[in-house]
Every structure is written in C-alpha cells, then in structure tokens.
C-alpha cells in the first residue's frame, strides 16, 4: 500500500504518539503508511519498521499509519504569520469519528457512510507539525494545542460536530538547537501559524475524500435524550392508544423534514440556549419558529430548543395519532 515520506534535511527533535519512533525522540524523517481497513496487525511498530526498512529511510524514521487513501490525502501545507513559517504534514479520513469524550457506538453506519463517499476505505486523522525554531518540552507539549485546535477547525468547518477520530495520531518536531522556545500556543506567532497549518492540511484531505457528516436524524436525538414512544406519550399527556401513538411516531420521526429539523436542532441548541440566557433570545425564538413550521405544530416559547423541539414532536405526533 502507498505510503507518504517527508524526509527532514537535518535531524529534528520530535514528541509524538506515532506507532514507530513515539514518545520523545530525535527523527531525520516521517512516514505515514496506509494500512487495510479494520486493520489488526499483531504487532504494528514492527510493521511499520518492515516498512521502513523497505523504502531505505533511517532507523530514526518516525512513522503512523492510516486507512485513509495516502495517494489522495496526504499533504504538506506550509503557513507563515509574523515571521514564523510552520509546516504540516497530514492525512485525514473519516468513518471512527467521534465527539471527545463520547463512546462511538455508530461505527459501522458511519463507515459505511465515509466509503461510500469516499468510494474508499476508513481513515485516521495523523498530523505533524514542524516548529521552525527550538522547542522546550514545555513548547513541545504547548504546540500540541493549536495543533489539535486546528484539526478541529478544520473538521467544523466541514460541518462535522465531531472533534477527531478514536485513532488520530500527533506529533510536533523542532530544530535541535539553543534558545529555545517555551510559548507555543494559540496567541503566539508559532501556534497561529500552526493552526492554520494544519487546518489547510486536514481541509485538503477531508475534501480530498469528499467527506460530509451524517445527520442527527429525529430517532437518533429522541435516543440520545432518552425518549421512546411510551417516555414521549406520558411527557405530554397523551391519552391515545399506546399502540397507536408508537406508529404515529414512527410515521412521524421516519418523515425526511422532521430528521432535518432535528439535525438543526442538534446542531443549534447549546448556542442558542447559552444566547437566550444571556438576554438574547433571537436566534431560539426564529428557530423555534422555523422549526415549528416544519413539524406542523404550535411553537412553545418556554425552555430549551431540544425541550422545546420533543414538545412540538410530540403534539404532531399526538394529532397523527
């Protein structure tokens, strides 16, 4: 399978979570490798060793592995701001994304999503970020910020509410040398010019693949929020026939408008929650309006969007029933 090579023109101090060469080490070149999807080797540093040692680079190589397809995404984007030039390496696919913190229970949809997108196999988001100057550990581990920042970016500019993928893999290199620099982070010269960096980078390998992000259908959000038709019916004071009522809102959240009034829903709330209580209700009052025009129901101004949303899903659900 292909594999992307940078080669450095003189030996660099890295700190990295690569598969080969991780940790904190010095590096004269990295590599990322495409492997098979689901891809379960026994032992992947000596893979990627196997690998290395094949295509003649040095011992010190660094390398990650993606099941992106490397002869599209990989990319190397060079960003200056204020007289500091970074360069990122990156590849980027998507089917194991997921929203830090969440479990990723919806593997297989999203795969299969992506491939067929992308007419390819999964991925992995690896990033490196090459500092122009010499780096503390503290300056190392700083970078890492606007690095991962920057991949979020780029992810969110896509329309993606998820912030990576559960295999992404990061590394920071820097000049051997003196003076060294501890502040890398988002306000400074280096972690600007980084971010962008690797935002361009991503960006690339994320249209590259023709990525786009699933929609928060109206049956995925009632589950996120733990509702079934029998939580719905008594949160609204139903008195139709359990039975009837399960139907009407099968029928319902099945309905392609009500999904995409969801996915607005979804993606809109916490901002719109967080604005509404601040002073300024705007943009919950227009969406509820918006939204209460595609479900077919009497907008209700008390609440959340999602409170708000579920009652007017359920009182649609209601008259259907």
């Not at 379960?40 to 397809?69: I, K, N, Q």
């Not at 705007?282 to 708000?308: K, M, N, Q």
């Amino acid at each position: 399978m292909p594999v992307g090579v940078v080669r450095l023109t003189e030996r660099m101090e890295a700190l990295s979570s690569a598969v080969l060469n991780g940790g904190d080490s010095v590096v004269s070149a990295v590599f990322i490798m495409q492997v098979s999807k689901n891809y379960d080797h026994p032992d992947p540093t000596a893979h990627a060793d196997a690998v290395r040692r094949e295509l003649g680079l040095p011992e010190d190589s660094l390398g990650m592995m993606t099941a992106a397809e490397v002869r599209h995404v990989f990319n190397v984007r060079d960003v200056g701001f204020e007289g500091a030039e970074v360069t990122a390496i990156a590849t980027a696919g998507l089917s194991n994304h997921v929203v830090a913190g969440e479990v990723l229970d919806d593997y297989d949809e999203k795969s299969a999503v992506s491939a067929m997108r992308a007419r390819a196999l999964a991925g992995t988001i690896n990033i490196c970020v090459v500092s122009p100057v010499p780096l503390s550990t503290a300056g190392k581990v700083n970078l890492m910020i606007p690095l991962v920042e920057g991949k979020s970016v780029a992810m969110a500019e896509h329309g993606f509410l998820e912030t990576g993928t559960t295999s992404d893999s990061m590394a920071v290199i820097s000049p051997i040398g003196e003076d060294r620099v501890d502040w890398t982070g988002t306000g400074s010269n280096i972690g600007i010019a980084a971010a962008r960096a690797v935002s361009a980078a991503v960006g690339y390998a994320l249209d590259a693949r023709d990525e786009h992000p699933m929609p928060m259908t109206a049956s995925k959000l009632l589950a996120k929020m733990g509702l079934d038709a029998d939580g719905l019916r008594a949160m609204c004071g139903s008195d139709a026939d359990p039975e009837r009522y399960r139907r009407s809102l099968e029928e319902t959240v099945s309905s392609p408008e009500v999904s995409a009034a969801a996915d607005i829903v979804w993606s809109s709330a916490q901002r719109a929650d967080s604005l509404a209580e601040d002073g300024d209700p705007r943009e919950l009052d227009i969406l509820t309006e918006a939204v209460a025009g595609v479900i077919g129901a009497s907008p209700s101004y008390e609440g959340g969007l999602l409170d708000r949303f579920v009652r007017m899903l359920s009182e649609r659900v209601d008259i259907n029933g």
